[in-house]
């Protein structure tokens, strides 16, 4: 009866794996350009651990001991290869074709000898189905136990401890070598990264404290010079101490300045984390985008589009058009760009009109005085963007940005759903009241809000309808505190209303010599007997009377206006709102070419590297024990294969390979943590062998390796669920 178990079982095996091989070939051929970066990512993560395993392997076999399995790639064993006295024998998926009678042998269905009668071997050289690295089968040594007693001299188990010792680390000193070999190569050929250039600085940061702007050129951070990029700047902020200062050198022109900066938590692109407020170097070149069509239709602009000027002001530095956009107090800018033509190379001038919306300087508002003024006079507010709200928006939301994140599952990007407004509101719409507060300033609403958690709250917006008329309209929307969210929000993105010059509020401030005694919902209609329509009117006259005394006029009504007189001053900054493009344009970041000058020097720059590497990884872990680097800026393995994925996907093959140097590095450190079943907590075992004299007794051992297990087994879901909630909902 054991025959037809047997057949019937090695035929399930069979179906099961070929209906495996079906699904794994259509998904493939529904995708095959993610197939081929998936691969790659595989691929290179798998040589990476297979590097590690390679170094155990060898040092163990040069040591005299017995390696039964190598294994290229993860079980279940597709090909297996052993060296008999007859030939060598070779099995083809062993797991899926044995039978009852196979179990009890190393034989199975699909197993043949070829090759010359010659030395048996020791080792089955083998290739697993899962290409996520390999392992080795030494005898008399176990991952997650103690070694196996045994009687063969060549078993592990039986081996000096200097010898186990060795064996145990050279996984660690091959991917530490290989980690290096990969940093020289790369930079023999040559990688283009984010030069350490300050990008922008964020008001009131550490950085802005200290004097830094943007166009200064890091070319030493905490005595440290060599082969700097940006994220040494990211780095040093993250992996300070509390309240350490960090020193830096920047050039500025011809000059060089000392700058020391403390980091402090704030929020940035990737989130909460540690950081002195220096903002990415960008370049003026037009980066790629999913729908350049889309791109195109709202700005003029094609990706590759380099800009060369803006309202007639040459530009040369991304920090010097954002300058000109943000203090032009007009409705659009002018802007001149070179397009080379991808057939013709050929170069031509265009130009586009780009409208801009005006915000708040870049601050927390905390306090009425902090507010956005065009002297002293608060704009109202406008809404840029509604986010989904409805339960069956938000879960359309979150399903298409799953979607996006996961085109290989979907066969295609999704380009998500345009969000529609809870309760009504749409973008454009011009806020008159928000509760019993007319006219409200964005500190009003955000205290408006903040009240109204959980409770329904009337909007009263201005909107223009389809033929252009201005109508008014009253919504119902409910504040609510997003799951993981520190303030109560409405779901809308707000701007200043520059369109209508229609006074908020006014207030008294630093910046203002004096509080315009102007009522709230006022409409300036002149300054010094010059009709105005907008903000941007207000703002070119008032400062063309620079030290002179002017009226402003307003009005309500037909019954209620007035005019007040006011001395201009504009050596003082009376302005304190900024423009930026009302729609999104994508710029490449800045990028500088990183070069070796020769063989040396790149041996010098992969040693180098390395070693910085390895330091920051365990700064990194002390820094997480003392509570300093949070959750945010961790990554597992889901997050680092995404990051992975993305590099394969959209950057040139040599930042993978970069990229990989580093996940070797990071191999070698986590390997020696002191931690069984890592190689560290191994060799601290055997260190402790050594100084006893014996070991400790097998039942210690595993209960230390196991705890360990647990531990890592624990960390590794931490991560995991960390990893889908930064790819997906942060």
């Given amino acids: 009866m054991s025959e037809p178990k047997g057949l019937l079982k090695g035929n399930f095996r069979v179906f099961l794996m070929l209906a495996v091989v079906a699904v794994i070939v259509y998904l493939i051929a529904r995708n095959i350009s993610v197939f081929g970066n998936v691969l ?55 797991g899926f074709f044995r039978t009852e009678e196979d179990d009890k042998s190393d034989g199975s269905l699909l197993t043949f000898t070829i090759g010359k009668k010659g030395q048996p ?89 200290a004097g830094l702007r943007p166009g200064d050129e890091i070319i030493e951070i905490a005595g440290k010079r060599d082969n700097l990029d940006f994220r040494n700047i990211v780095l040093a902020a993250l992996l300070s101490g509390r309240d350490e200062e960090i020193t830096l050198k920047a050039k500025r022109g011809n000059d060089t300045l000392d700058f020391a900066l403390a980091a402090k938590r704030m929020q940035t692109t990737r989130g909460q984390m540690r950081a002195f407020g220096i903002e990415l170097p960008m370049s003026l070149t037009i980066a790629d985008v999913s729908d350049p069509g889309a791109l195109y239709t709202k700005t003029g602009l094609k990706p590759g589009d380099r800009i060369k000027s803006a309202n007639g002001r040459d530009v040369e530095a991304y920090w010097e058009l954002e300058e000109i956009v943000r203090n032009a107090f007009v409705p659009s800018v002018t802007i001149l760009a070179e397009r080379t033509d991808p057939v013709s190379k050929k170069v031509e001038t265009i130009e586009s009109q780009i409208s801009l919306n005006f915000n708040f300087a870049k601050r927390k ?34 399903l298409d940005r799953i979607k996006s994140k996961l085109p290989a599952l979907f066969g295609k990007e999704s380009k998500g759903e345009e969000a529609v407004g809870g309760g009504g509101l749409e973008s454009g719409d011009i806020i008159l009241a928000i509760g019993d507060v007319e006219n409200p300033t964005y500190k009003e609403m955000r205290d408006v809000t903040k009240e109204h958690e959980g409770k329904e709250l009337s909007i009263k917006v201005l909107r223009s309808n389809d033929e252009g008329v201005e109508e008014t309209v009253v919504v119902t929307v409910v504040p609510k505190r997003p799951s993981g969210g520190d303030e109560v929000i409405i ?39 010059t009709a105005v329509s907008n903000f941007n ?97 961790l990554s597992g393995p889901v997050g680092i294969i995404a990051i992975t994925y993305q590099i394969a996907s959209k950057r040139p093959l040599i930042e993978l390979l970069h990229f990989l140097g580093l996940i070797s590095v990071l191999l070698a450190v986590f390997n020696l943590l002191p931690i069984p079943p890592f190689d560290g907590g191994w060799l601290v075992l055997l260190a402790v062998e050594k100084v006893k004299g014996s070991a400790l007794s097998e039942r210690v051992q595993e209960i230390i390796a196991y705890a360990g297990l647990m531990f890592i087994m624990a960390l590794f879901v931490y991560l995991t669920l960390n990893d889908i909630l930064n790819i997906f909902f942060r």
């Avoid at 390999?134 to 001299?153: F, H, M, R, T």
């Avoid at 000058?597 to 003392?626: F, H, M, N, W």
Wanted: neutral net charge.
């Fill in 491 to 529: 779901g809308i993105g707000v701007a200043l209303d520059m369109g209508h010059p229609v006074v908020a509020k006014t207030i008294a401030s630093e910046d203002t010599p004096a509080k315009l005694e102007i009522p709230r919902g006022a409409l300036i209609t002149a300054v010094d007997k």
């Fill in 40 to 94: 790659l990512v595989v691929v290179g993560f798998g040589v990476m651990v297979l590097v590690h395993e390679f170094g155990h392997f060898i040092v163990a076999k040069l040591s005299g001991i017995t390696v039964k399995a190598f294994s290229l790639g993860f079980p279940p064993t597709l090909v297996g290869v052993l060296r008999t006295e007859k030939g060598y024998r070779v099995r083809i998926l062993p």
């Fill in 121 to 209: 071997g020791e080792t089955e050289y083998r290739i697993g189905l899962i290409p996520l690295g390999g392992y080795n089968k030494i005898l008399g040594q176990e991952d997650v136990k103690a070694a196996e007693a045994s009687d063969d001299p060549r078993s592990f188990a039986n081996k000096p401890v200097g010898v186990r010792m060795a064996v145990i680390a050279a996984g660690v000193f091959f991917n530490a070598i290989s980690a290096i070999l990969i940093f020289m190569i790369v930079f023999l050929i040559g990688i283009k990264l984010m030069p350490p250039v300050v990008g922008g600085v964020v008001p009131d940061s550490p950085a802005a404290r």
């Fill in 365 to 398: 508002v905390e306090s009425e005085t902090e507010l956005s003024h065009i002297y002293s006079m608060v704009p109202r507010l406008r809404i840029t963007a509604v986010a989904p709200v409805s339960d069956k928006t938000r879960a359309r939301s979150l």
């Fill in 537 to 633: 009117d207000v703002i070119r006259e008032i400062r063309r009377y620079d030290g002179q005394r002017i009226s402003i006029d307003w009005h309500i009504d037909e019954e209620v206006a007035g005019g007040i007189a006011v001395n201009v001053d504009n050596s003082k900054n009376f302005v304190s709102i900024e423009g930026v493009f009302a729609e999104f344009i994508p710029f490449k970041p800045l990028e500088r070419l990183y070069r070796a000058s020769g063989p040396v020097d790149a041996i010098a720059i992969g040693c180098r590297k390395t070693s910085i590497i390895v330091v920051q990884t365990y700064l990194s872990i002390r820094r997480l024990i003392e509570g300093l680097v949070g959750q945010e800026e």
